[in-house]
């Protein structure tokens, strides 16, 4: 028995080395369907990722915000600035600061362009900018602070002028790694977004800092304020994403997967069925079927090993390039993902493999021959 199971090792190598272009061909397609179902899996998770960047990265350990509000860009609402005085006096509160967020349409002159607008207070170390390529965070009312890519793409560069609401407002700061699904956020002060919608006595939101964020948050809710945690905005982020992008991703998603592993299925059932003849020719020789269905497993298997090493080097040129051309759509790989993809196409693979040769179980060695003229 060890013997026989020895024997087979050589067999399944000269199938895989005696017709070398098929091989790179049959691996190739394998490498092609799995990169493709990586590459839609992991565009999905990038923009579950992007959609969350600012909630991330709030610094606050609770929000007060107007009633209803789910989303601080989708939901704007207006609160009384003396709240903020209100709310830092509340016991068990360390830091209070106003906030205001919303989307905006800049009028650039080489056209329009869409903008996640953050208006923060200076030196409350809540709810600024995090990272930046260079300059520095904003401070005057006329300052801005922009995403570095963005301002990239549109030619911007510090001590530059950008028009918010008809404001020439001065770039200070190229920020980095902030920006929303395909939309870049712009940091300013409060003080300037406030004279700029001539809205001094109102502000967006207040955020946060305790070191009991429970009692406070229950404290602040019986004073009749709304109060969400950072973890509560990243789930109606990640909600409000999905209704907006998760269908159209999901099914791009969905027909990558179906569409893989047919190709993953019919690479492993043809490279099977061509060797049909060789795999017959060794049972009239006197291959029992179980040692025909490991030989054309073994083989589908080094083939899925083959495609994934092929998967692996074309999803890292395709991650850069779509970087560099398309930087708004992140691809991101999980454990999760990685391993939902390999099940599959092992799965489809062994199914493959398998169905033909139990066809041999029915072959004599008289058929097998005739197959060959």
């Known amino acids: 028995?060890?013997?026989?199971?020895?024997?087979?090792?050589?067999?399944?190598?000269?199938?895989?080395?005696?017709?070398p272009v098929r091989t790179a061909?049959?691996?190739?397609?394998?490498?092609?369907?799995?990169?493709?179902?990586?590459?839609?899996?992991?565009?999905?998770?990038?923009?579950?990722?992007?959609?969350?960047?600012?909630?991330?990265?709030?610094?606050?350990?609770?929000?007060?915000?107007?009633?209803?509000?789910?989303?601080l860009f989708a939901d704007p609402g207006a609160l009384p600035a003396p709240a903020v005085d209100a709310i830092a006096q509340a016991p068990g509160v360390t830091r209070a600061a106003p906030l205001r967020t919303m989307y905006q349409i800049l009028e650039l002159p080489h056209g329009k362009a869409a903008v996640a607008a953050v208006a923060y207070e200076p030196g409350s170390g809540l709810?600024?900018?995090?990272?930046?390529?260079?300059?520095r965070a904003p401070e005057a009312p006329d300052e801005v602070a922009i995403d570095a890519l963005w301002a990239e793409q549109h030619d911007f560069a510090i001590g530059d002028r950008l028009p918010i609401l008809g404001h020439p407002m001065r770039v200070v700061g190229l920020t980095d790694d902030t920006a929303l699904f395909m939309t870049p956020l712009l940091f300013t002060t409060t003080a300037g977004m406030d004279q700029m919608l001539r809205a001094t006595g109102t502000t967006g939101a207040v955020l946060v800092t305790t070191a009991n964020p429970e009692a406070v948050a229950a404290q602040?809710?019986?004073?009749?304020?709304?109060?969400?945690?950072?973890?509560?905005?990243?789930?109606?982020?990640?909600?409000?994403?999905?209704?907006?992008?998760?269908?159209?991703?999901?099914?791009?998603?969905?027909v990558a997967f179906a569409a893989g592993t047919l190709i993953v299925a019919l690479?492993?059932?043809?490279?099977?069925?061509?060797?049909?003849?060789?795999?017959?020719v060794l049972k009239a020789l006197g291959a029992t079927p179980g040692r025909l269905r490991r030989i054309a497993v073994t083989e589908t298997v080094a083939l899925t090993v083959l495609g994934t090493l092929a998967a692996i080097v074309l999803l890292i040129i395709t991650r850069e390039l779509l970087t560099w051309w398309r930087p708004a759509f992140p691809v991101l790989l999980t454990p999760g993902t990685i391993a939902q993809t390999a099940a599959v196409a092992v799965t489809m693979a062994l199914l493959a493999a398998w169905l033909p040769a139990r066809r041999l179980n029915r072959l004599d060695a008289a058929s097998a021959f005739r197959s060959g003229r």
């Open 1 to 19: 028995m060890k013997a026989r199971v020895e024997a087979s090792v050589p067999v399944t190598r000269r199938f895989l080395t005696t017709r």
């Open 25 to 71: 061909a049959g691996a190739a397609g394998i490498g092609l369907a799995l990169m493709l179902m990586l590459l839609l899996a992991g565009l999905w998770v990038g923009v579950q990722d992007r959609v969350t960047t600012y909630d991330d990265h709030l610094g606050a350990d609770l929000v007060v915000v107007p009633a209803g509000t789910r989303n």
């Open 127 to 135: 709810g600024g900018p995090w990272a930046f390529t260079d300059g």
């Open 220 to 254: 602040l809710r019986d004073e009749g304020y709304t109060v969400r945690t950072p973890a509560e905005l990243r789930e109606a982020s990640l909600r409000l994403a999905t209704d907006i992008y998760g269908s159209p991703v999901r099914l791009m998603v969905g």
């Open 267 to 280: 690479v492993a059932y043809t490279r099977v069925t061509e060797q049909q003849r060789d795999l017959g």
